[in-house]
């Protein structure tokens, strides 16, 4: 079995005991055990759904990142960082945060569009040995990859794909590979083929995820809205096959009920009724690329900022205390994360 999974694992039945000594008697030993670093806005797609690339701003440089996670690394044991953007590829100083990562023993990964996924860029990542890498794919048609990415590169992220299993397997590397599908009305016909692919590579499996009906800051824009106007009856038929698929091995990383839900997603109906206390706050961090830190992504709530301030000091605040205490209690209703059972859990952990 991974090491990296057992000690990632561990790390966080820690955390689990401590969000419980929270919730039942006040006392805070919380950590968070994921950190989501969103390292730039930059990306070398246009897509239509996305506001991140349509943004302008700053970028930290490598050498305030690794000072942070230096800050909160011998306090919280197993850390896993996981960098997105914009494309994480496009940051030039990137590899100095990876290699430190390597270093200081963080467990890390990225998301990427894989169009920078080239064959440099493959090796240099693999052999820094990391935890994940999670490669964004949703359609096998060139033509409705540039309707919902806004370019032309499939081809390119294909052959990507080819090299790094090739890489993969003549290295040994544990690394988890993942696809990250979104579903809309552009590719629904094709959401199968995808977990058919995932199998092929021998990837870990694939997560679908509707298109979200809302950005940070601000309403979806409109370039994306006809992109939620699925066929009913197609979404049907394609649920009730990813879920056979699912039954029959396939590695959907989706839970069942999760997948039943879309119907009432794209109708705009909340799927989740926020009954019990909501734990991300207790063990995830989310750091925007200027530097700001939040407790959640979508309660933009900052408690600092990484270029000026400590990042231990900001978790030990009284601000970050006092916002804990307010997200355990939220009642948003949060329908586009994608859930997960303690079934699907397992059979991640059996197959690392």
């Known amino acids: 079995m991974n090491l990296k999974v057992i000690k990632l694992g561990l790390s966080t039945f820690r955390s689990i005991i401590a969000n419980n000594i929270y919730l039942k008697l006040g006392v805070d030993f919380t950590y968070p055990v994921h950190v989501y ?6 990306c070398n797609s246009k897509c239509k759904m996305c506001k991140i690339w349509r943004e302008d701003t700053n970028e930290l440089p490598a050498s305030i990142w690794i000072k942070a996670l230096k800050e909160i690394r011998p306090h919280i044991g197993n850390l896993k960082v996981s960098f997105t953007g914009g494309e994480v590829l496009l940051k030039k ?13 963080i467990l890390f990964g990225m998301t990427t569009n894989g169009i920078l996924l080239n064959k440099t860029n493959i090796e240099r990542f693999l052999d820094l040995d990391p935890f994940n890498l999670n490669i964004s794919l949703d359609t096998f048609d060139p033509d409705t990859y540039f309707n919902i990415r806004g370019v032309r590169s499939l ?12 890489y993969r397997k003549k290295i040994n590397s544990r690394v ?56 009913k009856k197609d979404l049907f038929y394609m649920i009730d096959k990813l879920i056979d698929m699912k039954r029959n091995g396939y590695d959907i990383l989706n839970s069942e009920a999760n997948i039943r839900r879309w119907p009432d997603y794209f109708d705009g109906t ?16 989310y750091i925007f690329p200027e ?8 309660i933009h709530t900052k408690v600092g900022n990484i270029a000026h301030e400590n990042l231990r000091t900001i978790l030990d605040s009284e601000r970050t205390a006092k916002l804990k205490k307010e997200l355990v209690c939220c009642k948003r209703s949060c329908v586009y994360c994608v859930q ?8 991640l952990l059996l197959k690392f």
Do not use: W
Not at 37 to 42: D, L, R
């Open 37 to 42: 670093v969103q390292i730039n806005s930059k």
């Open 176 to 231: 988890i590979i993942n696809l990250k599908t979104m579903v809309c009305r552009e590719n629904l016909h094709e959401l199968d083929k995808i977990a058919e692919y995932a199998r092929k590579k021998n990837f870990v499996g694939v997560t679908y995820q509707p298109l979200v009906k809302e950005t940070r800051e601000r309403e979806t824009n409109d370039e994306s809205e006809e992109m939620f106007n699925v066929d």
């Open 270 to 285: 909340i799927v989740i009724d926020r009954t019990n206390p909501c734990l991300v706050p207790l063990r995830n961090l």
């Open 291 to 298: 530097g700001d830190v939040q407790l959640c992504d979508y």
């Open 155 to 166: 081809e390119k992220v294909l052959a990507n794909i080819d090299y790094l299993v090739e």
């Open 340 to 347: 997960r059972t303690i079934k699907d859990y397992i059979t």
């Open 93 to 105: 100083d990137i590899f100095e945060m990876f290699e430190a990562c390597n270093k200081e023993n």
